[in-house]
Every structure is written in structure tokens, then in C-alpha cells.
T-cell receptor
Framework: RKEVEQDPGPFNVPEGATVAFNCTYS??????FFWYRQDCRKEPKLLMS???SGNEDGRFTAQLNRASQYISLLIRDSKLSDSATYLC???????????FGTGTRLTVIP | NAGVTQTPKFQVLKTGQSMTLQCAQD?????MSWYRQDPGMGLRLIHY???????DQGEVPNGYNVSRSTTEDFPLRLLSAAPSQTSVYFC?????????????????FGNGTRLTVT
């Protein structure tokens, strides 16, 4: 079983829509969680960390569900500029490695 | 700070040639790593290092060597290039937010190297 699983999409949504992505992880001892955004032919860039209590940054909300071992990213009022691939990252406790999901491709349509 | 600097941005090799991808960071990060990214496969860890003189294998180390003689530099060597090594390569660095934790700060990525092996 993969350490991190993510629906690859693609998700095609109209502008203004709300869209949510989930990412499941297999190691219950995982400690740190992040969402990254990657634009075509560019390096991944940190979008937001995911905290146990959930956190929000403008139109973006990240949540962690430890019982079911998944993290989620909610994007409200989608903009054309949100079109990108969204990668989840999980770091197990005490590990020197971190694990990436394969990414979810989002396209926001005018 | 320049952050993580990768060179070259693009490279074309013939099968059997060798080359070194350079990676340097100026943030004094202990942790450095190399990933390759292929369509549908996501980012896969090749090698990583938790400090000068220390390296370890990741998920897909075969055909690649690394060394970490300084904190700043973490070059990736392709010993005998194969078409299967055609990919986009990213170098990344991070650090521990406290001594007891994993390397759990967000990764800082270089701009990537697009390698084609013919």
C-alpha cells in the first residue's frame, strides 16, 4: 500500500465553485502535513501547512482527520488562477523522509 | 538569500554518458534531497542527506550517486545515463523545527532540471 494516496483527478470546475480534495495516508504515526501547489513545468510551492485543529487561509481551508487518516483541502470561490496540481505531503514521526501524493490536477473553467 | 539553486535547467544526454546535477542552498538547512518527477508517478525520492558526510537512499536510487561534503551542496551524479532517467529532477531542502522532530519544515525546492536521455 502506498504511504500517501491522492485522487489524480482531473477536476474541472467553473469559476466560483467550491472544490475539495482528499489525501489518505497509511502511517498512523504521521506527524506533519502540508499542501503544495505545482504549476505546469514549475517546482512545487508550499500552499499551506495542515494543523490538527484545521486552518484557513483566505479561500483555502485545510483539515486533518487523524481517526480516518486523511487530510483535505477545500477551495472556495475558485479562480482561474487556482488551476494547478495540488500535492499533499505527509511526514511520519521520526522519519527522515516525507511522502508525496501523486497530485490532483485542478482546472478552473471560465 | 537565493534559496535552493539548481543547475543546469535543461540537459540532453546520450545513453551511457555521465553528468552531475548541481544543487546548492544558502539557508543552512541540514536536510537536502533529490526527487524525480514523471507523469502519473508524482515525486519520487532518489537520495537524501541529513547533514554533511551523511547520505541515504530513497525510493529510486539505482543509477544515481550523491555526496554531501558541505552543508550547502548536494550534487546528484548520473553514472551511465539511460532513457529511463529522462525526467524532471528537483532538489529540495528543509530543517527540523525542534531537535526531537523529523525534518518537518516545509521543503524549499529548486527550479528543477529537465533531463532528456536519447
Amino acid at each position: 500500500r502506498k504511504e500517501v494516496e491522492q485522487d489524480p483527478g482531473p477536476f474541472n470546475v467553473p469559476e466560483g465553485a467550491t472544490v475539495a480534495f482528499n489525501c489518505t495516508y497509511s502511517n498512523s504515526a504521521s506527524q506533519s502535513f502540508f499542501w503544495y501547489r505545482q504549476d505546469c513545468r514549475k517546482e512545487p510551492k508550499l500552499l499551506m501547512s495542515v494543523y490538527s485543529s484545521g486552518n484557513e487561509d483566505g479561500r483555502f481551508t485545510a483539515q486533518l482527520n487523524r481517526a480516518s487518516q486523511y487530510i483535505s483541502l477545500l477551495i472556495r470561490d475558485s479562480k482561474l488562477s487556482d488551476s494547478a496540481t495540488y500535492l499533499c505531503v505527509v511526514i511520519p514521526t521520526g522519519a527522515n523522509n516525507l511522502f508525496f501524493g501523486t497530485g490532483t490536477r485542478l482546472t478552473v473553467i471560465p | 538569500n537565493a534559496g535552493v539553486t539548481q543547475t543546469p535547467k535543461f540537459q540532453v544526454l546520450k545513453t551511457g554518458q555521465s553528468m552531475t546535477l548541481q544543487c546548492a542552498q544558502d539557508m543552512n538547512h541540514e536536510y537536502m534531497s533529490w526527487y524525480r518527477q514523471d507523469p502519473g508517478m508524482g515525486l519520487r525520492l532518489i537520495h537524501y542527506s541529513v547533514g554533511a558526510g551523511i547520505t541515504d537512499q530513497g525510493e529510486v536510487p539505482n543509477g544515481y550517486n550523491v555526496s554531501r561534503s558541505t552543508t550547502e551542496d548536494f550534487p546528484l551524479r548520473l553514472l551511465s545515463a539511460a532513457p529511463s532517467q529522462t525526467s524532471v529532477y528537483f532538489c529540495a531542502s528543509s530543517y527540523k523545527t525542534d531537535r526531537r522532530s523529523s525534518y518537518n519544515s516545509p521543503l524549499h525546492f529548486g527550479n528543477g532540471t529537465r533531463l532528456t536521455v536519447t
